[in-house]
């Protein structure tokens, strides 16, 4: 049984939870709170937790030997159990503030004992040696994926495609003993990926000495989640990855752009998605005083907070939307300081169609703290940016024509080993057909100086800071590639030509409109419109 079957047959489980009046936004709480108990079992069984974490009483063993009403009850009293530390007669059962996190206030709103059973038997039917074999974590998230692609809503709002995360982190390359941070952790996709980086450069840890392996069980990463459900499930997705963290887990309830986040420590990576959108009622959600620049842009707010968290030499890859990269205003003052204060060395303009969020434009930027000479340096750190277009004649990607890995490769090969971004760099890489398409050099500003035209179709290029400054203003919207779909502006027609074809299809459809107001019977309505549309016209002859 494959890794897609596997979590094809957990997804099939939701039809169970719909048939017991359970909508969309509720499906994977609802089948997670069970799965976890599973997993930690299955885990338990392979050896790969040395302790069962769960309480005597709350596990996997004293739910699927029971059936009916008493399986119901004895499940609504695990919940309880875990979510309080208490058994039915108030007695301490367990102590673990993780555990006591990852279930705190849950409850199933299951109703029919046989839909629990269904539930109950579909879980132990599984395949589980294979799960293991890519891990229980793994397995998880593949079921995190599923819920952000089919359901209309939710988990897109804190899911980040797989291939986009584990693509920004080869290119930063974390490394074991560094702190690793996600101040907008969701479901903790980039601190699990980091951490199975982490494990595969060293034999699952096995290099380490002890020392070191307890740091990078419970020191290495942090996150912050804002929203209670999505932090349980990001807690349950670290500690199945074997990610246990300090006394409140890997990922801490609380506002990164408050005072959970100006209480971090400085970290040596940083990645991140930020929420997209500005702060409800102005800038209430937005309590720092410790950012130099005010906004209700939440995106502008993360971003200051990012490279001002991050250590001299540290280095962060963020997913930012478009507006980040050209609003004036405060926007030019962050980018300014940004480019100032870091070396951003390089901009990854993403595809649309790839998040939750239809239509929306985003970007990676990377960049280290200080300069590619001194990491202490803290004023003029930018010298050259390098962007790779992936936007400009690319599909609009989605579930027919899914985003992978196999797009971020060309990227990756021009990025190079450097994570600081300092590799050896060559303008001109022409993947996916970018210069089978025409274009004039000299439409742009950012094809003007272009010496080889191959460049000017080329999807990796440099441009100087001082080129930025001076001729965008320090804008970071910098695109060349021209879009086959485009109109070239030169040779469309006369805007009074343009014009009156408007308004001749405008009056040939207002003429079928009201043809067939006529046969539907609705003269006097058809009249009305014509006297209305008359006085509109200033006596115009109809």
């Given amino acids: 049984m494959t890794h897609n079957d596997i979590v094809q047959k957990l997804w099939n489980l939701c039809d169970v939870l719909r048939d017991d009046g359970i909508n969309y936004s509720d499906y994977v709480t609802e089948l997670v709170l069970l799965l976890f108990i599973k ?22 063993t004293d739910l699927n030997s029971k059936d009916g009403q008493n399986l119901l009850e004895t499940y609504k009293r695990i919940l309880l159990a875990l979510s309080t530390g208490k058994d039915s007669q108030g007695n301490q059962i367990h102590n673990d503030p993780l555990i006591t996190a990852v279930y705190a206030d849950a409850q199933t709103r299951l ?81 699990t990926a980091a951490d199975q980086y982490i494990k595969e450069h060293t034999d699952g840890l096995a290099d380490l000495d002890a020392p070191q392996q307890l740091f990078q069980q419970n020191k290495a990463f942090v996150g912050i989640e804002l929203v209670p459900g999505t932090r349980r499930l990001a807690l349950m997705n670290c500690l199945l990855h074997g990610m246990e963290g300090d ?10 752009l408050g005072q959970a986040g100006a209480s971090l420590a400085k970290a040596d990576v940083i990645l991140a998605n930020p929420p997209f959108g500005t702060s409800k009622g102005g800038d209430a959600s937005i309590t720092r005083d410790d ?82 000479a001194d990491k202490y340096q803290d004023t003029g750190c930018t010298e050259n940016i390098w962007i790779y277009d992936l936007r400009t004649n690319m599909p609009s990607f989605g579930k027919r024509t899914p985003f992978g890995e196999q797009h971020l490769k060309p990227f990756e090969a021009v990025f190079g080993d450097d994570s600081n971004g300092q590799s050896k760099r060559q303008e001109g890489e022409w993947s996916f ?61 006369e805007p009074s030509v343009l014009a009156g074809e408007a308004m001749s299809e405008l009056v040939q459809a207002m003429g079928e409109l009201d043809s067939l107001m006529r046969e539907l019977g609705a003269e006097e309505e058809a009249d009305g419109q014509r006297v209305l549309l008359k006085e509109v016209m200033g006596g115009v002859k109809q």
């Fill in 433 to 493: 057909n970018a210069e089978e398409i025409a274009v004039d050099t000299d439409a742009t500003e950012e094809n003007q100086n272009v010496s080889d035209d191959r460049l000017a179709k080329s999807r990796w290029r440099c441009f100087s800071r001082e080129w930025i400054r001076d001729t965008k203003g320090d804008s970071l919207d910098i695109s060349w590639l021209k879009d086959k779909d485009s109109v070239d502006a030169a040779n469309l027609p």
């Fill in 39 to 60: 997993m930690v079992h299955e885990n338990t069984e392979a050896g790969t937790l040395k302790k069962h974490p769960l309480p005597e009483g709350c596990r996997w």
């Fill in 111 to 191: 109703r029919e004992p046989r839909h629990l059973r269904q539930m109950v038997v579909a879980l132990d039917q599984i395949d589980w040696f294979s799960a293991q074999q890519d891990g229980l974590g793994d397995l998880y998230e593949g079921l995190m994926e599923k819920n952000a692609n089919e359901t209309k809503s939710g988990a897109g709002q804190y899911f980040t495609p797989r291939a986009l995360i584990n693509s920004m982190v080869r290119c930063l390359k974390p490394q074991h003993s560094e702190i690793i941070q996600d101040p907008a952790a969701g479901t903790a996709g980039f601190l």
């Fill in 291 to 372: 950012l130099t620049y005010k906004t209700s842009n939440k995106q502008l707010a993360f971003l200051q907070h990012i490279y001002r968290n991050l250590k001299p030499g540290g280095r962060a890859a963020v997913v930012l939307p478009d507006n980040v990269l050209f609003e004036a205003g405060v926007g030019t003052d962050v980018r300014h300081d940004l480019m100032d204060k870091c070396n951003l060395h390089t901009i990854l303009r993403l595809p649309t169609g790839i998040f939750y969020a239809q239509g929306v434009k985003t970007n990676v930027l990377f960049f280290t703290k200080g300069s590619a």
């Fill in 247 to 256: 006394d409140e887990g890997v990922v801490h309830l609380g506002n990164a």
